[in-house]
């Protein structure tokens, strides 16, 4: 399994952006699928975004489609999640993910990734 170690959490104001950084331990294959969870205290771990590593298609949560931006870095094997925020919300810790052989279909479902990564906390602020 490939190892995941996430950075770049931290404060922002509301209005203000957020690149949060996945460092995976070898270049996954091209059957691998990245993606970023959030989770609020005491809430269900839900999904943000995927990126396909083979062809780079991606998926959004509908709450992040036009304010976030997933991408990869082949050569530094890393993915990244830029975040514009829109207003104050409450602590999460968000999760880098990756799995295999994921569709388009399944991306969104967290059981479908077998590496995860320690989490980075964001706070948004007002």
């Known amino acids: 399994q490939v190892q995941l170690v996430e950075s770049g959490g931290g404060l922002v104001q509301a209005g203000g952006s957020l690149r949060l950084s996945c460092a995976a331990s070898?270049?996954?294959?091209?059957?691998?699928?990245m993606g970023w969870f959030r989770q609020a205290p005491g809430k269900e771990r839900e999904f943000v975004a995927a990126i396909r590593w083979s062809d780079t298609s991606t998926r959004y949560a509908d709450s992040g489609k036009g304010r976030f931006t997933i991408s990869i870095d082949n050569a530094k094997n890393m993915d990244y999640l830029q975040m514009n925020s829109r207003k104050p919300e409450a602590p999460a810790d968000y999760y880098c993910?990756?799995?295999?052989?994921?569709?388009?279909?399944?991306?969104?479902?967290?059981?479908?990734?077998?590496?995860w990564g320690q989490g980075t906390q964001v706070i948004v602020s007002s």
């Open positions: 070898r270049r996954p294959s091209s059957s691998y699928t």
């Open positions: 993910a990756a799995g295999r052989y994921l569709t388009i279909a399944t991306m969104t479902n967290r059981r479908e990734y077998a590496s």
